[in-house]
């Protein structure tokens, strides 16, 4: 999902999350779980209402961020990127921060390999940690 929509305010690009993510009566129950889905739904709209006094708490609000990621709607990042300074933020996806992993641990498995046979070529005794990894 794009976001070149510019929120006037944090609740209302929560909202876009909730509404990406199946709305309040999916997302109310997944964050508060031995609510009755009805009233948990219920209390996540009362919760972005600026006029109520209940509100989401530093954890409910991390969740829907998270959740906001998960289904590409980056709308609370966003926000908060623009309100407070910062370039637009780029979502990190499990399967790609594994692939950036696995490509650097063979890169730097070629390096030991290469470190090991240099010191093999200068006579060197090489720990036998390093003898593995030929």
């Known amino acids: 999902m794009t976001q070149s929509v510019v929120f006037e305010s944090f609740q209302d690009a929560l909202r876009a999350i909730i509404q990406a993510a199946g709305g309040s009566a999916v997302v109310g129950p997944m964050i508060w779980t031995t609510l009755p889905a009805d009233q948990a739904g219920r209390r996540l709209c009362d919760c ?3 006029d109520r006094r209940q509100h989401l708490d530093e954890n409910e609000t991390l969740f ?9 709607c980056h709308a609370g990042m966003k926000h908060v990127a623009t309100h407070c300074g910062y370039s637009d933020p780029k979502p990190v996806y499990p399967e790609d921060e594994r692939a950036e992993l696995q490509k650097a641990f063979i890169a ?9 046979k240099r010191l093999a070529d200068l006579g060197v005794e090489t720990p036998s940690s390093l003898r593995a990894v030929r």
């Not at 829907?64 to 590409?72: D, H, I, P, T, W």
Request: aromatic content about 0%; proline content about 0%; glycine content about 10%.
């Open 108 to 116: 730097a498995a070629e390096v030991v390999q290469q470190v090991a």
């Open 64 to 72: 829907l961020l998270r959740l906001g990621q998960r289904v590409g």
């Open 48 to 50: 972005l209402n600026t």
